[in-house]
């Protein structure tokens, strides 16, 4: 369900985030110069397939880059006015999980198994906010009551594999948010769920962020249908680039770029049943070998020559509507 | 044997159990039974799609590996009952509990596409070894005639020939996928069982992998049982769709029935929540439903969807309610709903 919302104030702002990993010897950009602002109390979904940089962008944020292999190159990223890639490593743990927490696809491998679920959640309590034992564990029964853990407080004495995968994305989610952070980057959290748990997390994600309508979540996914229910706004990946950027309803009823309108045909709806849908030729190209110019040119069905030698810019073709594509850029002749 | 079959069908699968036992203690005993496949009939009739969706836990997978007899090798200690007949012109043939040597020849006629494109080839065979192993068993053909074959199959999935030397970690997911599916094709069997076919690929993949399996569908006259958790994707490729919970079918019917007009409390909340790639829709009309999927060890006695079931009596722990029509073919496992 998407709800409408007043833009707020801008919480995070990304500018020009260039990172890449270094494969025998070269340099491979997975993020090329990303750029975007996270508004409060706004769900952004970041969406795109395999290779899009999505992931590689919100580890980017919370500088959870391998550093070798991995580099954050260039860009920065604001939040309440400091340049978070200039933090010390100390400076960098006070952010996150106080200021901007992370939650993660597998929920079956993100906890930790030797240490009780009460340990894991109260842990960043203990860390950001000193509190002693007895407060924690008063805090942590309450956060876990509140994303729908029964009996929370016996429960807190049990183990990750005494849970169930989607009682452990709740007490993942728990973890989150325990310290009331600004900003929620939320990495597939749904992805490894059957469809019926997915119905409850992205239920209880939405209520949550309605419950302080202040913080903002930033949902990467792949699934467009999850975007279309849970975000306010989008930004569709593809190989390390915003290729276009939208309100959710905007995007959905205008989609301009070829990719996105490729994404939406290759989703299967109830009235093209029977009928071959419309799938993106091709495969997305290994890091290492997306083409120059339009990084999607190999793959588009509205490919012109000049596409191939020079990489459009991201243009706006209305207000809160940005495109990367030559047939928007005025070049298209 | 039961009932002759019905010569409208390629499979018949009937009042099938799958058990896995599981043994405890210091005498490692049998302490329970994990009832992965608990009591389950359909027929799969020649020429149709028939969609198995459900979700995790729910048996999907172990039916489709039940019918090629892949369980025994795997997990000798299962436990198999009930019957699973396949028949085409040269007869009908019982598949369960069939060794080695009389399944054989079964193994050419029904064939699987894997769910994991990365696990499901090996990586020291080419492209050419992987797709021409099932006809070096299956077949007279020369060592020129296969290459031939292998050739023709690569073209006809969508990957150039010259694809054969290769080996398959040069390929992506949804390459992979393709050479799955040529393997499966190779003996030109009559029914494939795709196991999760598409679902560990990119949704624009995921469209291309759909469309090729149709258009094989139609050139080959084949059969489907096609396994998934996607009730969309099943919906587009099914023309029956059989629902399972906790080892067994809810509710089986058309398409159209089933995705449409779903009568079990489960169904009904399984095709509300997923997902729609539509902002305006609220999700005003979702089922949400509470708690999690039993283990099948700690399967509830009686209906095995009770624990979770909006509308739940009393009554309902007593058996498992059977499938019965709800007119036009519209099988329904619940006797609270109309």
Redesign the interface.
């Known amino acids: 369900?998407?709800v409408e919302t007043e833009k707020g104030d801008v919480v995070l702002e990304v500018k020009n985030l260039k990172t890449g990993f270094s494969i025998e010897g070269k340099m491979a950009w997975a993020v090329r110069g990303v750029s975007f602002k996270v508004y409060a109390g706004e769900i952004l979904g970041i969406v795109g397939?395999?290779g899009s940089g999505k992931s590689v962008t919100s580890l980017s944020l919370m500088r959870l880059i391998p550093d070798p292999p991995g580099k954050i190159a260039e860009g920065e990223v604001l939040f309440k006015g400091r340049d978070l890639l200039k933090l010390s490593f100390p400076e960098m743990r006070k952010i996150r999980g106080k200021d901007i927490a992370m939650i993660f696809q597998e929920p079956m491998t993100s906890l930790n198994p030797v240490f009780t679920i009460g340990m894991q959640v109260m842990e960043s309590l203990k860390f950001h906010e000193n509190l002693d034992d007895a407060h924690a564990r008063e805090r942590a029964v309450e956060m876990l009551t509140l994303v729908g853990i029964p009996d929370a407080s016996k429960r807190l004495d049990a183990y990750p594999h005494q849970f169930?995968?989607?009682?452990r994305q709740r007490v993942m989610i728990a973890m989150a948010l325990i310290c009331r952070p600004a900003v929620l980057i939320a990495d597939e959290p749904t992805t490894a769920l059957?469809?019926?748990?997915?119905?409850?997390i992205?239920?209880l994600m939405k209520d949550l962020q309605r419950k302080r309508g202040d913080a903002s979540i930033l949902l990467i996914t792949?699934?467009?249908?999850?975007v279309?229910?849970t975000c306010h706004r989008v930004i569709v990946m593809y190989g390390g680039q915003i290729q276009e950027t939208a309100e959710?309803?905007d995007l959905?009823d205008n989609p301009t770029h070829p990719y996105t309108k490729?994404?939406?045909?290759?989703?299967?709806?109830?009235e093209?049943?029977?009928k071959?849908?419309?799938?993106?030729?091709g495969?997305?190209p290994?890091i290492m070998n997306f083409p120059k110019g339009c990084r999607f040119s190999t793959r588009c069905v509205e490919v012109m020559p000049h596409c191939h030698d020079n990489e459009p810019a991201l243009i706006e073709i209305r207000p809160g509507h940005e495109v990367r594509c030559h047939l928007f850029s005025g070049e298209s002749e | 044997m039961s009932e002759s079959p019905n010569a409208e069908n390629l499979l018949e699968v009937r009042d099938l159990h799958v058990h896995f036992p599981i043994y405890g203690g210091v005498l490692r005993r049998k302490v329970a039974d994990v009832k992965a496949v608990d009591g389950v009939s359909f027929d799969v009739r020649k020429g149709e799609v028939l969609g198995l969706v459900g979700e995790s836990g729910s048996g999907k997978t172990t039916i489709g590996r039940a019918i090629i007899n892949l369980l025994k090798p795997t997990v000798p200690s299962v436990h198999l009952s009930g019957s699973i007949t396949y028949q085409d012109n040269e007869g009908a043939q019982d598949l369960n509990g069939l060794d080695r040597g009389t399944m054989l020849p079964y193994r050419s006629r029904v064939q699987m596409i894997f769910q994991d494109p990365f696990s499901s080839l090996n990586p020291r065979m080419t492209v050419q070894q992987i797709i021409e192993g099932p006809l070096r068993v299956h077949s007279d053909l020369t060592a020129e005639q296969r290459a031939d074959r292998v050739r023709s199959l690569l073209d006809r999935v969508g990957l150039q020939p010259e694809y054969a030397e290769r080996f398959p970690h040069e390929f992506s997911g949804g390459q992979r996928q393709r050479i799955g599916i040529a393997r499966a094709l190779a003996t030109r069997p009559a029914l494939i069982i795709g196991d999760e076919p598409v679902s560990a690929l990119d949704v624009s993949v995921q469209a291309q992998v759909i469309n090729l399996m149709q258009e094989l569908k139609e050139e080959f006259g084949l059969t489907y049982l096609f396994i998934a958790h996607d009730l969309s994707v099943v919906y587009h490729v099914s023309d029956r769709i059989a629902v399972m919970y906790l080892g067994n079918i809810v509710e089986m019917g058309t398409a159209e029935q089933v995705y449409f007009k779903p009568k079990h409390p489960y169904t009904k909340a399984l095709i509300s929540a997923v997902p729609q790639p539509d902002p305006r829709g609220d999700g005003s009309g979702r089922i949400v439903l509470e708690g999690d999927i039993p283990t099948p060890l700690a399967k509830p006695s009686g209906c095995g969807f009770r624990t979770r079931c909006p509308v739940a009596q009393p009554s309902c722990a007593e058996k498992i309610p059977s499938l019965t029509d709800r007119g036009e073919g519209h099988l329904v496992a619940c006797p609270l709903v109309e």
């Open positions: 369900m998407a397939e395999s169930s995968g989607g009682m059957d469809v019926t748990i997915q119905a409850q992205l239920e792949h699934d467009l249908a999850v279309a229910e959710i309803k959905f490729g994404l939406l045909g290759s989703i299967p709806r109830p093209m049943k029977g071959p849908l419309t799938a993106i030729p495969n997305v290994s």
